[in-house]
């Protein structure tokens, strides 16, 4: 059993208003915007979760195995 973690297109954070990407982000705005548009210029498509092993900014997150839990 596999998982994905969460991306997000930076079209999509370009398009959030100020405050937003504040919250998301943490730091000056204008500062995010910039990075984001210097990556985008870069080729990059998508920005993936934290901690994401093997994100690629193009397709995303690779998967990763889910080790299963068990009781008893």
């Known amino acids: 059993m596999g998982r ?3 991306h997000m297109s930076i079209d999509r954070a370009l398009s959030m208003s100020d ?3 504040q919250d998301m982000f ?3 705005a204008p500062d995010i915007r910039h990075e984001l548009g210097e990556r ?3 080729g990059e498509l998508l920005i993936g979760s934290e901690g994401c ?3 690629d900014p193009i397709t995303g997150c690779p998967g990763h195995e889910v080790k299963e ?3 008893g």
């Open 19 to 21: 405050a937003q990407l």
């Open 53 to 55: 092993e093997g994100f």
């Open 69 to 71: 839990v068990t009781n």
């Open 26 to 28: 943490g730091g000056f």
């Open 4 to 6: 994905h973690c969460i």
């Open 40 to 42: 985008k210029e870069k």
